[in-house]
């Protein structure tokens, strides 16, 4: 299953950046992570580590596997029950300032892709709603 969507917000991609880079911030704009840390030492490029706990669903681990500073950044989970799914993150300039992208692919065990099938709905729905979340937390600053 492939979700994409976007945002227009009013703030500066570097702003949008700097408080993605820090994950730790995923508590405050994505519904249902606990916990969010790097597990590997900065400096955060291809190759980092990291994991979000989710409240329901538990740990996630995950490995980047694209990293272009300042714009986007991918991630892989390698552990946990969406292993393999993959999440694009994407912040661009706009006139009005930025455009803010997510793609995530799930996949994972077989069981987790026959469960997508009936929650694809409410995920898509959740990314909209986390993006929201983001939208008003960068507007506010």
Do not use: C, Y
């Not at 030492?41 to 706990?53: A, F, L, N, V």
């Not at 714009?71 to 694009?88: D, N, R, V």
């Not at 692919?105 to 997508?116: A, N, T, Y």
């Amino acid at each position: 299953m492939i979700i994409n969507e976007s945002i227009s917000i009013s703030q500066t991609p570097e702003t949008i950046w700097h408080f993605w880079i820090d994950v730790a911030n995923d508590v405050q704009w994505r519904d249902g992570i606990i916990a969010a840390e790097w597990t590997s030492p900065p400096p955060h490029e291809t190759g980092s580590t990291g994991k979000h706990i989710h409240k329901d669903a538990g740990a996630f681990d995950w490995e980047v596997t694209r990293f272009e500073d300042g714009s986007s950044f991918e991630f892989i989970h390698t552990a946990g029950p969406l292993k393999g799914s993959i999440a694009f993150f994407q912040v661009e300039a706009e006139t009005r300032g930025s455009r803010v992208n997510v793609q995530m692919r799930i996949s994972g065990p077989l069981i987790m892709r026959l469960m997508m099938v009936f929650m694809g709905r409410t995920m898509r729905k959740g990314v909209r709603g986390d993006l929201q979340k983001l939208k008003e937390l960068m507007e506010k600053q």
